[in-house]
């Protein structure tokens, strides 16, 4: 019995693992010299710029590079090989669900020691699969207008996406209430870091069971077209949230968003008619605190 129970989590434990991996990320890429030739048993380093860790990889015979199950976030990209005067690529944001290709290349010949560093704002390009969908996260999140607060109200925010709203979601059995690129609303799959969070009792479209607050949340992304085998599980649009994690400085923030009577604009019938504005009153508060417990290994 001890022994059943053991392997029925362990089970569980494999799961839990495989849905996570639907929240993280990858990258990958050539590696070549000077004259544009592949460069074989270069080594890559990937390193978190927020916590600190660090994946090592060599390039192949192919002079390719790859690192898998990688969480999202900001990295520094370090490439050394002998004769060469090594690479910095800086400021790489690697979005969820959305592998990039960042190629690598020596720009002269040089001792290992010596390092060349390049600053890679842009957002890296898709080229690995032919998923269709944008990533959402940052100053998005937190500074557009949406119903309560709740981060799940922009997930329709993509090319494609219809959102009508009904009031009563589900009741209705209207599927236009919120359609991707055709799809009935039952068809979209909502992810929270790889876990199922479908609304699976009205199956209304981009809903969650839970409430997904802007300080949880870092990003996510809707893909819209073309979703890989590893999602699976629904025709519709896959939706992969990721929450926040602690890192190597303290963050915090503290907020309340406001909506009262005296701030509504009243209707015009009601302004004709003398009828006061209906009563509305909203706060919602909140706040966040994050940082290290033990640099760069505990957040």
Do not use: W
Not at 55 to 84: E, H, L, M, N, V
Not at 136 to 150: C, D, H, K, M, Y
Not at 207 to 223: G, K, P, Y
């Amino acid at each position: 019995m001890k022994r059943g129970v053991v392997s029925f989590a362990l089970v569980l434990l494999l799961c839990a693992l495989n849905l996570h991996g639907q929240s993280l990320t990858s990258v990958s890429g050539t590696v070549t010299d000077p004259s544009g030739a592949l460069v074989a048993g270069a080594t890559i380093t990937l390193t978190n710029m927020a916590t600190g860790s660090q994946r090592q990889d060599k390039s192949d015979s192919s002079g390719r590079y790859s690192f898998a199950q990688i969480q999202p976030g900001k990295y520094k990209i370090s490439a050394t090989a002998t004769g060469f005067a090594g690479v910095d690529l800086s400021n790489v944001e690697l979005l969820v669900n959305t592998p990039a290709t960042v190629n690598i290349a020596f720009e002269k010949l040089g001792a290992i020691s010596e390092v060349i560093s390049v600053t890679a704002e842009a957002v890296q390009v898709n080229t690995t699969d032919a998923s269709l969908g944008n990533a959402v996260s940052g100053n998005v999140i937190t500074q557009l207008p949406f119903e309560a607060r709740n981060v799940v109200g922009l997930l329709s925010l993509q090319p494609g996406v219809v959102f009508l709203g009904e009031p009563n979601p589900g009741t209705l059995n209207d599927y236009r209430s919120g359609a991707v690129n055709g799809g009935k609303s039952d068809q979209a799959n909502v992810t929270l870091d790889g876990v199922d969070v479908n609304d699976q009792q009205d199956r209304s479209a981009f809903s969650s069971v839970l409430r997904v607050t802007l300080d949880s949340v870092q990003e996510f992304r809707t893909i819209t077209t073309n979703a890989g085998a590893d999602l699976g599980r629904t025709s519709g649009a896959q939706v992969t949230l990721v929450t926040k994690s602690g890192t190597n400085t303290v963050h915090g923030s503290a907020y309340e968003y406001m909506r009262n009577t005296k701030r509504s604009a009243i209707s015009f019938f009601n302004d004709a008619s003398g009828v006061p504005k209906e009563r509305l009153n909203r706060n919602v508060f909140g706040a966040s605190a994050s940082g290290p417990i033990k640099d760069n290994r505990l957040f």
